[in-house]
Nanobody, 116 residues
Framework: QVDLVESGGDLVQAGGSLRLSCVVS????????MNWARQAPGKGLEWILG????????YTAASVRGRFTFSRDTAKNTLYLQMNALKPEDTGRYYC?????????RGQGTQVTVAS
């Protein structure tokens, strides 16, 4: 059974940092492109970072470029999203996803709130 479980969300002050984790099961990270997406209150899903199956970052949204970093540990079946210099507009629910678009399989997400 394929599963993705995000964690690490929290309330943080603007300028602070957080690291999100996503533990996957039921498949290998080396077989799938993986992504991070977020959804702000009242807005649609925004795809922010993508990684190819070989571990190379393939996509970084302009809104997070230079502040967010996508990495993985295949031995732990875990993805990481390091978020630095957080802004209030980064507030939202963050999801890791197998694949992208409408066919993507996402976890339940983890809430990030950035206070000004």
């Amino acid at each position: 059974q394929v599963d993705l479980v995000e964690s690490g969300g929290d309330l943080v002050q603007a300028g602070g940092s957080l690291r999100l984790s996503c533990v996957v099961s039921g498949f290998s990270l080396e077989d799938w492109g993986m992504n991070w997406a977020r959804q702000a209150p009242g807005k649609g899903l925004e795809w922010i970072l993508g990684m190819n199956s070989d571990g190379r970052v393939s996509y970084t949204a302009a809104s997070v470029r230079g502040r967010f970093t996508f990495s993985r540990d295949t031995a732990k079946n875990t993805l990481y999203l390091q978020m630095n210099a957080l802004k209030p507009e980064d507030t939202g629910r963050y999801y890791c996803a197998q694949g992208t678009g409408n066919a993507a399989l996402r976890g339940q997400g983890t809430q990030v709130t950035v206070a000004s």
